[in-house]
Structures are given as structure tokens and as C-alpha cells.
T-cell receptor
Framework: NAGVTQTPKFRILKIGQSMTLQCAQD?????MYWYRQDPGMGLKLIYY???????DKGEVPNGYNVSRSTTEDFPLRLELAAPSQTSVYFC????????????????FGSGTQLSVL | AQSVTQPDIHITVSEGASLELRCNYS??????LFWYVQSPGQGLQLLLK??????LVQGIKGFEAEFKRSQSSFNLRKPSVHWSDAAEYFC??????????????FGKGTKLSVIP
């Protein structure tokens, strides 16, 4: 009963390095999301995906890339890390919304704390 | 554009006291409203949601929230706070849509501290 699994939990990067944050879910959810959480700023949507092979930008996509080759996995890629990308990153998943469906909710992973120095 | 305002950044209450966390939203259509809780070092967990129908909704852990359309508010309440309720609470609003994207806008959060 794993739910949404994120790895790694912590990472320190140097400016200009690249890395991939991994996210996997075992609930067969179509929708997956990446959020970043900065202190006092709530959560901002980076990218989301409505199914394998389909991704779209959220509110703050610059500096990030995603792919969705399978239903289970939704990795987030940082190509050239910058100090402004220091944040806590959360992956989430959900069923797709539909009229009359009252049980939609986001299932969150436990987060990846990233520092870029 | 949709937006959420949580006016209180930090609230401190005594254990056993009542609690109300405020949330105001701006949305052009029928809103889909949520309250999430985040314990330290954890992801967010859904407390309750409002979709339609009864404007007073019950959630987990003894929380409830009331939707007031005239005030554009969705305040979270609990009659008696427990020390384990200390966490950060996020209000969120999303589109009520049967198709297309499903994007939530989150407030900045209210941190709750509980005095024993």
C-alpha cells in the first residue's frame, strides 16, 4: 500500500548541475502533478499530466522538464540547477475529475527537499 | 483567475480550545473547495472538501468547514483542539469541471501551534 513514492528525500546540488526527481504511484491514477513549496508561499504547480504521454505546464514550469512514459511514473528533471530552485518538491496523483464524482482528492508523496548552492 | 487568501499566517491556541481557520477565495464559477493538512516533514493530507449540497461539510479528525457563497469563504473549524493538530493547514480551490485540466490553487497556509 505504498501510494505516492518520491526519491530522493533530500539532495544538495551545485549551481549548473542536473538531476531527476523520481515519482511513482501504484494507484493507477491517470493524473499526476509536480508542486513546489516555498516558505510562506503555499504550493505552486510546476507541471501536470493527464495520462501516459501527455504533459502540460502549470504555473511555474521554467527550468523544469517532465515526461510520462508510463501511468506509474512521472519524473521531474532539472537541467541547470539554480539557487531559485531551492525548494521542497511534492509529487501528487489523483483520479480524473468527472461530473458528479465527489471523491476526487490529491494523494501526495512525502516530498523532496532540494538545496542548490 | 482563481485565488485563495488565508489571512492568518500563524495561530496559537490552547489544547481543548476551539479553532477557526479562515479561508477566502475568488473564483468565477462554482468552486470546488478543499482543506489540506501538512504535518512536519510530510506531504499534504486531505481533511475535507466541498463539492455541492450541504454547505457544512464534515472531515476527518473532527474537523468541519462551512461554505458561505455570499462571503466567498470556506472556514475550517474544530470544537476542541488536540496537541496532535499542530500542523500547517492549506485551503485550496479548484475548477468544477468534467473535462480538461484539474488544477488547484493553494493558499499560503496557516501554521497552527497548540499550547499544552
Amino acid at each position: 500500500n505504498a501510494g505516492v513514492t518520491q526519491t530522493p528525500k533530500f539532495r544538495i546540488l551545485k549551481i549548473g548541475q542536473s538531476m531527476t526527481l523520481q515519482c511513482a504511484q501504484d494507484m493507477n491514477h491517470n493524473y499526476m502533478y509536480w508542486y513546489r513549496q516555498d516558505p510562506g508561499m503555499g504550493l505552486k504547480l510546476i507541471y501536470y499530466s493527464v495520462g501516459a504521454g501527455i504533459t502540460d505546464k502549470g504555473e511555474v514550469p521554467n527550468g523544469y522538464n517532465v515526461s510520462r512514459s508510463t501511468t506509474e511514473d512521472f519524473p521531474l528533471r532539472l537541467e541547470l540547477a539554480a539557487p531559485s530552485q531551492t525548494s521542497v518538491y511534492f509529487c501528487a496523483s489523483s483520479y480524473p475529475p468527472s461530473l458528479g464524482r465527489a471523491n476526487e482528492k490529491l494523494f501526495f508523496g512525502s516530498g523532496t527537499q532540494l538545496s542548490v548552492l | 483567475a482563481q485565488s485563495v487568501t488565508q489571512p492568518d499566517i500563524h495561530i496559537t491556541v490552547s489544547e481543548g480550545a476551539s479553532l477557526e481557520l479562515r479561508c477566502n477565495y475568488s473564483y468565477g464559477a462554482t468552486p470546488y473547495l478543499f482543506w489540506y493538512v501538512q504535518s512536519p516533514g510530510q506531504g499534504l493530507q486531505l481533511l475535507l472538501k466541498y463539492f455541492s449540497g450541504d454547505t457544512l461539510v464534515q472531515g476527518i479528525k473532527g474537523f468541519e468547514a462551512e461554505f458561505k457563497r455570499s462571503q466567498s469563504s470556506f472556514n475550517l473549524r474544530k470544537p476542541s483542539v488536540h496537541w496532535s493538530d499542530a500542523a500547517e493547514y492549506f485551503c485550496a480551490v479548484g475548477p468544477y469541471s468534467g473535462a480538461g485540466s484539474y488544477q488547484l490553487t493553494f493558499g499560503k497556509g496557516t501554521k497552527l501551534s497548540v499550547i499544552p
